[in-house]
């Protein structure tokens, strides 16, 4: 029987009601599929616009799709800009607000990626560049007639009509790389680009790379960073140079031995600002970065960061000159501060519980940044004077049918009297007496933040209390406690965990019978050495770990960390049999453990998981091993994630519930 026509707007009006005052569901692993993500907000000319891409899964390609869209600074208006063009990134405009730049894989065999250009108004993208060798970055020069291009020489790997790659001949001392494979000799050097006449002419060439390049106001003055040591694979010096583009002649504006990187001109282009190590130590994973900034008059150089204990990862000088922002990371949090210029003075411009990413300032000092907090992806958020407010919406559908965790942060005292801060996901906020999951970020130089996790996100919503722990060795908490752990693993770091499991236990969130460990990379190093402590652990997932310190030399891409901090084997090898107990004291172990690796990972090459998973195995330890096929350090196939997260619940859902 058909409902009458009077009853069909009250059948309507019915279902919009219950689907308002439907429940929400706890995150799945299968959310993945539906995510969307923003990045690389870039501000117009005119600063009416923001330009970013917009990345989805493709789920029949089981890859990611990327489109260029353009916002309007009011939030009245969103468009579109690609369609089938693919793997759009570094989205940009061109200096008359005319045009809209980015790179793309270009037609043609090698498929290397090339500038495209479109009309803003609208049309279809035309491919602008057809060079050899691979785009890594460019710049557009203030007359918009030309474009500064940072390119890798072309690979002759691949010559054969066979298609069989060449054989891989060696002579470099770091010779491996993990988003690379196996380094070659092949060097990135500048050069710039014709718009009009398609011509590309070479600026800089020998046997140095020269990268991150920015151009000064006038279009006469080129700033890029090299390491021209004798052989930079030795350390990781860099210093900034000074092109004069009309001469050709160049100037060394730093001498430090240790990192100098990140120019960036001032709007009157009479000072350069830049970052700088806190030591000239040869390998600076944890040091600072110092923000200090040059006069190209009189040559001299000043440091605004000196009395700020956290590093400067990034710089956007204000349209008057008078200030530089940057996003900084401090217990936890990630927001934006200011430092002014002509008093050396800094001070904070936003105190959010959140994480403030990609600031961009334009002319007329407004801001474009990522920002997310716990219930929120990033998205793109426009302010000024520390006040914003949201721009985009991409995760608005992911979120609509979700019941999140509830996410707290908390501080406790490990034995040896440090205070460690970590951050508390529960299924809801009075939820006691749970299965206990600590997920451990790697890095180790990294912190967890005020910040959306898909992966504690998931663990939470299956009825499971989840700990972050910034364990000492984590940043953003100050030089002494990043460096705190410097040839010493698995040393501090397991207290502080310890320390969270016993202040998770005592205040009675955690069950102490069903306390589960893991985390991925150095998180996946420290799940090894906390169950080789501690027997508590009833369960464990290792990911992209290692134990058997010692093969790892030579086998992934840290032969400077490790020459430097740990020393060579041969001359130092109690200090690498000492860092790898879990692997000498396996018997010991008692803890069922999940084994992960990545086949092409040469981070942590697969071989830290498949040794102790061997171990496990000839031990009697319940364990597996999972590899996932083709991938590097970071896992980047849909499927493979929202099998890594089944995988999580299966191995947890076993042991500790």
Known sequence: MKPSLSLIPMLLLTAALFAQESPRRPIRPEDTYRMQTVSAPRLSPDG??????????????????????????????????????????????????????????????????QIFLMNRKGGEPVQLTSVKGEISAYRWFPDGKRILLEIRDPSTADTAKSKVRKPYEIHRHAFKNDSDGYLDERKTHLYIFDVAAKKLDTLTRGSHNETGAVISPDGRLVAFVSNITADPDLNENTDVFLLDI?????????????????????????????????????????????????????????????????????????????????????????????????KGTHEWVTDARGSYGSLEIGKDGRMAVLFSDPQTPNEIHIGENGRFRRLTHASRDFLAPLRLSHVSGFSCTSIDKN??????????????????????????????????????????????????????????????????????????????????????????????????????????????????????????????????????????????????????????????????????QVERITTPTLFMASEDDFNVPVIGAEQMYQAFRSTGIPTELVIYPNQHHGVRVPSYIVHRHHKHLEWFGKYLK
């Open 419 to 584: 205070t460690v801060n970590g951050i508390l996901y529960l299924p809801d906020s009075s939820a006691r007496n749970l299965p206990l999951v600590l997920y451990i970020h790697g890095g180790p130089v990294a912190q967890d933040e005020f910040s959306f996790d898909m992966t504690r996100q998931v663990l939470s919503g299956a009825g499971y209390a989840v700990a972050a722990v910034n364990y000492r060795g984590s940043s953003g908490r100050g030089l002494a406690y990043t460096r705190s752990i410097y040839a010493d693993w698995g040393n501090k770091e397991v207290k502080d965990i310890l320390a969270v499991v016993d202040h998770l236990v005592r205040t009675g969130v955690a069950d102490p019978a069903r306390v589960g460990i893991s985390g991925w990379s150095y998180g996946g190093i420290l799940t090894n050495y906390s169950i080789a402590t501690d027997r508590r652990f009833k369960a464990a997932v290792s990911g992209a770990g290692s134990s058997l310190q010692l093969s790892m030399y030579g086998s992934d891409q840290y032969i400077r960390q490790y020459e430097e901090e740990l020393g060579k084997p041969w001359k130092n090898p109690k200090k690498w049999l000492d860092l790898s107990y879990p692997f000498f």
């Open 48 to 113: 009416q616009w923001v330009l970013y891409t917009q990345s989805k899964v493709d789920s029949a390609k089981d890859g990611y799709e990327s489109r260029l869209y353009m916002t309007s600074t009011d939030g009245a208006e969103t468009i579109q800009l690609t369609e089938q063009t693919k793997g759009t990134g570094q989205p940009s405009w061109s200096p008359d607000d005319r045009y809209i730049s980015f790179l793309s894989k270009g037609r043609g065999e090698d498929g290397t990626s």
């Open 246 to 342: 009309a001469s050709g002649t160049r100037r060394q504006i730093t001498t430090y031995a240790g990192e100098n990187g990140l120019p960036r001109f001032s709007p009157d282009g009479k000072l350069l600002s830049y970052t700088q190590s806190t030591t000239e130590s040869g390998f600076n994973m944890y040091e600072h970065a110092r923000l200090w900034v040059y006069d190209l008059a009189s040559g001299n150089a000043r440091c605004l960061s000196e009395a700020l204990d956290r590093s400067v990862s990034n710089a956007a000088w204000s349209p008057d000159g008078k200030y530089i922002y940057s996003t900084i990371e401090d217990d936890r949090r990630r927001n934006i501060l200011r430092f002014d210029v002509t």
